[in-house]
T-cell receptor
Framework: DVKVTQSSRYLVKRTGEKVFLECVQD?????MFWYRQDPGLGLRLIYF???????EKGDIPEGYSVSREKKERFSLILESASTNQTSMYLC????????????FGPGTRLLVL | TQLLEQSPQFLSIQEGENLTVYCNSS?????LQWYRQEPGEGPVLLVT?????EVKKLKRLTFQFGDARKDSSLHITAAQPGDTGLYLC?????????????FGKGTKLSVIP
């Protein structure tokens, strides 16, 4: 079974703090994704990566950066957290030969005060 | 931007009833996925449909891909409380080999015992 894990299930941070969200997948998938999910807005793609050290902006990259130093790990960084970044953050991965099939982690619910 | 419209947005039914939820677009998709997401968890992949007119069954769940590959439906027979959750459809609209999926906003299903 594909396993995607996220470092925290719940996080509470203060405005202006730097926040790191970590995601690890154990299936040697090439592609990894970060989404945020908000009521009424659905899932929105923040960044994705199709290879180590490669990254592409999604639909809403502003205020975020990412890092992919190893194939299995994809980190999302909030350089200076703001209250409008309070959300559910979901990481996903997909293999090169079945790119339309994404496997999700359990999510991190982030509250920025 | 390719859009996937899901309907209804909310659905509350009694245990044992049948239901259908829909996923529609004006765009053609090379494949379409259905996910179920339980509260506080990440989406879990249920099925991928690829061929126009394709029907797939997963126990009491029946998935159909429209002939023109622009729409899909999910039918649940004799709904159970365990079917409660957010049902998301997602499509690959930019051709085979695309990394990115377009997600609908979901149908929130409540099955009352």
């Amino acid at each position: 079974d594909v396993k995607v894990t996220q470092s925290s299930r719940y996080l509470v941070k203060r405005t202006g703090e730097k926040v790191f969200l970590e995601c690890v997948q154990d299936m040697d998938h090439e592609n990894m994704f970060w989404y945020r999910q908000d009521p009424g807005l659905g899932l929105r793609l923040i960044y994705f990566s199709y290879d180590v050290k490669m990254k592409e902006k999604g639909d809403i990259p502003e205020g975020y950066s990412v890092s992919r130093e190893k194939k299995e790990r994809f980190s999302l960084i909030l350089e200076s957290a703001s209250t409008n970044q309070t959300s559910m953050y979901l990481c996903a991965s997909s293999p090169l030969d079945l790119q339309e099939t994404q496997y999700f982690g359990p999510g991190t619910r982030l509250l920025v005060l | 931007t390719q859009l996937l419209e899901q309907s209804p947005q909310f659905l509350s039914i009694q245990e044992g009833e049948n239901l259908t939820v829909y996923c529609n677009s004006s765009s053609v998709f090379s494949s379409l996925q259905w996910y179920r997401q339980e509260p506080g968890e990440g989406p879990v992949l249920l099925v991928t449909v690829v061929t126009g007119g394709e029907v797939k069954k997963l126990k009491r769940l029946t998935f159909q891909f429209g002939d023109a590959r622009k729409d899909s439906s999910l039918h649940i027979t004799a709904a159970q409380p365990g079917d409660t959750g957010l049902y998301l459809c997602a499509g690959d609209s930019s051709g085979a080999g695309s990394y990115q999926l377009t997600f609908g906003k979901g149908t929130k299903l409540s099955v009352i015992p």
